[in-house]
């Protein structure tokens, strides 16, 4: 089971030069499949998985396999701002807005005008706000802040969470109606200890992408190691994968994986 070089073409898609989609597992091959379903339609989508598991990617893909692939891809992650500057970075302002705002600015939503925004850790959306993301969503028109007069924007919104948002809705921090519009269609990815047959395309993968990087040359990852790294539990999951092969590759030794998986319990 040595490491060797496998063209991730054959598995599945990069994107960017920098993010690839890999389907080397039956569960992922039916997500590809629904992808190509959806990807074409303006259907809202929400991506739900683990942390780590790849839910960008996702959205990147039916970004790129969409109608839409020439415009922008705007991409918000929901818990990077508080309150205040969410709003902003949202909907806009006009000049005089409040103190500082010296001249107009549009908000992510006028950015991303006839192509995708994806809303990264979506549960994180501030409740006093969620109703107008809301009535941005469901008309197409947005207000700026200061402002007086509503923009019409065109965009497809793709939605990505690690929680339950059934239980946010019952826990009253999130909007049922809010959660409807958004779960137009469900794509849930499985973690990456469910799919572990991946484990050694995304070993070869991140082993030639840091490889090339720092411009190194590594021997074949042994038997014993690669063993260890598909029954590790890897609760970070993909994410979590690709740091423990940037160590290797930026640290030059197999004992660096060997260590931490020992201390880990996953090697004896």
């Known amino acids: 089971m040595s490491s060797r070089r496998l063209d991730p073409k054959a598995y599945g898609e990069a994107f960017e030069q920098k993010e690839v989609f890999i389907c080397a597992s039956e569960k992922m091959r039916r997500i590809k499949e629904m992808i190509t379903h959806v990807a074409r339609s303006d259907v809202t989508i929400l991506i739900q998985g683990e942390t780590g598991v790849g839910k960008e990617v996702i959205a990147r893909v039916i970004y790129q396999h969409s109608s839409r692939k020439t415009a922008p891809f705007v991409t918000v992650h929901c818990a990077a701002f508080p309150e205040e500057l969410f709003a902003i970075e949202m909907f806009g302002y006009e000049q005089g807005a409040f103190r500082g705002a010296h001249r107009h600015k549009p908000g992510r939503f006028e950015l991303a005008h006839h192509g995708t925004v994806f809303l990264d850790e979506v549960s994180e959306i501030p409740l006093s706000l969620q109703f107008k993301f809301l009535q941005v969503l469901q008309d197409g028109t947005v207000l700026r802040i200061g402002g007086k007069k509503e923009i019409r924007v065109d965009v497809r919104i793709l939605a990505a969470t690690n929680r339950d948002m059934d239980e946010a809705v019952r826990n009253g921090s999130f909007r049922e109606d809010l959660y409807r519009f958004l779960n137009g269609a469900t794509i849930t990815i499985p973690p ?23 411009n190194v040359h590594l021997e074949p990852i042994s038997d014993q190691i690669m063993k260890g790294l598909i029954d590790h539990r890897w609760s970070g999951n993909i994410r979590e994968l690709e740091t423990a092969i940037k160590r290797f590759v930026v640290l030059r030794g197999q004992a660096v994986i060997s260590e931490d998986l020992y201390v880990q319990g996953t090697l004896q």
Do not use: A, C, G, S
């Not at 799919?195 to 090339?212: A, G, H, W």
């Open 192 to 214: 990456l200890r469910e799919r572990k047959e991946e484990i050694p395309v995304y070993v070869d993968y991140f082993l030639n992408k840091y490889q090339i990087k720092y």
